[in-house]
C-alpha cells in the first residue's frame, strides 16, 4: 500500500501538469503563446501543444474565420459642400495574429478602430465628388464604385500594417441626406426628367416633321404625274377632235358651218336670255336665211 501510494500521487500530478500544460488548437483560430505578456510563439496549424504551467505561459486565441460589421453612420460633407449621411460595411480577417494581438489586445475593439479608419477614409475622398456623381439618373455620372474601390485599396494597406488585419471588402451600406439636402436633390431630379422629356418631344416633334415633309413631297409627285397625264391625254383628245372636225369640215364645209353655229346657239341659249346680233354675224346669217326660207314657203303656198 506504501507502495502504490506515491504512484499514485505522481500520477495525480501528472494529470494537473497535463490539464495546464497541453492545450489543442483548432481549425478556426490563431494561438499565440505569451510569456509574462511577451509573445513566445504563434501557433497556426490545428492539433494538440504544451505549454509552461500557470502563469508562466498564457494562450491567446484570435479567430481566423472571415467577419463582417456595418460602421456606424456619418455625416459628411461632398465637394459641392451638400451633406451627405453614409453606412459602409467592412468584411475582414486576421492575417497577422502576433500584430493583431499587439496593437488591439482583443477583436472586441475591431469593429471601432477599422471603422473609424473606414469613416476617415470616406471623409477625405468624398471631398473630391458631388452630389451628382452619388446619385444620378446617368449612369455613368455615379461614381460610387469608384469611391468603394479607393477606400478599399487605402484601407487595406492601413489595417494590414497598422493592426494585422486584411480588408477583404469594403462597401457602401446606405445613404441618407439630411432634410435639408432632399429637397434640392428631389428638385433636381424633377429637373433632370423634365429636360429628359423636352428632349424626347423635341425628337419626335423632327421626325414627325421629316414624315410629313416626305408625305408631302410623295403628295406632290403624286399630283405632278397625274397632271403631266392628264395634260398628255387632253392633247391626244384634242388632236384626235381636231381630227374629226378636219375631216367633217373637209366633206362638207357647208354643213359643218351650220352645225357649229347650232352648237353655239344652244350654248348661248341654254337659260333665259336676249340675244343681239349684228347683221354681219355667221349666226344671224343662218337665222335670217331661215327666216326667208320661211317667207318664201309662205308665198309658193
Known sequence: MKTKLPLLIIIVIALILARYS????????????TRFGKPVRTLEQAGLYFKRTGFLETVNRIEKRTKVFKTQPIQLLLGDKNPLIITCYVCWRTSEPLTFLQSLTSSDIVEQKIGDMVNSLLGSTL?????ENIINVRPEMVKLEEIETGIMAESKQKAIEKYGIQIIDVGIRRLAYPE?????????????????????????????AKIEAQADKEVSQIIAEANKEAQILKGQGDKEAMGI?????????????FTKSLEACSEILKKKSTLILSTESEIFKYLKYREETDENSAIGK
Open 245 to 257: 372636225y378636219a375631216e367633217a369640215y373637209g366633206r362638207d364645209a357647208g354643213f359643218f358651218e
Open 127 to 131: 471631398g473630391d465628388y458631388t452630389i
Open 22 to 33: 497541453l492545450f489543442t488548437v483548432n481549425e478556426k483560430e490563431f494561438v499565440v503563446v
Open 180 to 208: 435639408i439636402v432632399t429637397q434640392s436633390v428631389y428638385n433636381r431630379m424633377r429637373a433632370e426628367r423634365e429636360k429628359e422629356a423636352k428632349k424626347y418631344l423635341a425628337e419626335g416633334k423632327e421626325e414627325a
